[in-house]
């Protein structure tokens, strides 16, 4: 089994008489080789705008993605996001709306599910409508938190399920028709000094499904907790 993939990708900042105008295009080459190719190329095209001030922050686009995979989509989507200080260095709320078609390679499954057996049935994830507020900050200058609720409707997401011919591993499976996420996360980040950054997530996700019976082999609850010293 191989895998290749790189992305490159040139941005361009027109001049504008207020804010800041951005433009970018971008190319993923996905190629897995078994016993044949597969090839899963995505041509991607940006334009947003960007104003702020002191107290709110406002960004506006449109991004595109493009296939030259079996079903050779054109994707568009939003850009919209709001921030604004509610209360300087403490309160920050946002809020936005987007979408995206998210690269899945053998490598991300893999790295989701180790005992993932290699797939030439692999899907891009596509997420047509992103919805997304919450509140950030921190309580002092050493601690900081986020709190936020997330909505994505979902197409091509992959579940896993056990493989028949070995139940020790897992095969991908897509839910026909669309799959959303409800996602409620929390985190605290703690940094007593400069090279020391401590943080602490909590995730609960609730998915709704069409075909499936239920979320294969992805749980509902999630707590991380890391540490960096440089």
Known sequence: VHE????????????????????GVSFDYINFYDDSANNRN???????????NDIYHLHAGFNTAST????????????????????????????????NLEKETYKSLAGENPYFVPSHHIRNTNIPLE??????????????????????????YAFFENDSEDTKRFVEVYDSGKTSLVNFHAGVGFKPDERLDIHTDFDFNSYTVNKLSYPYQLPSMEWTLGARYN
């Open 131 to 156: 919805l997304y507020a919450g509140l950030r900050g921190g309580f002092s200058a050493s601690t900081s938190y986020t709190a936020s609720v997330n909505y994505k409707k979902l197409t091509n």
């Open 42 to 52: 995505i041509l991607r095209f940006l334009i947003n705008y960007t104003y702020s």
């Open 68 to 99: 030259d995979s079996s079903d050779k989509k054109f994707h568009l989507y939003p850009m919209l996001e709001g921030t604004a200080n509610v209360v300087e260095d403490y309160v920050t709320a946002f809020a936005g709306l987007s979408g």
């Open 4 to 23: 290749n993939n790189f992305m490159v990708h040139a941005n361009v900042f027109p001049s504008v008489p207020v804010g800041e105008l951005k433009t």
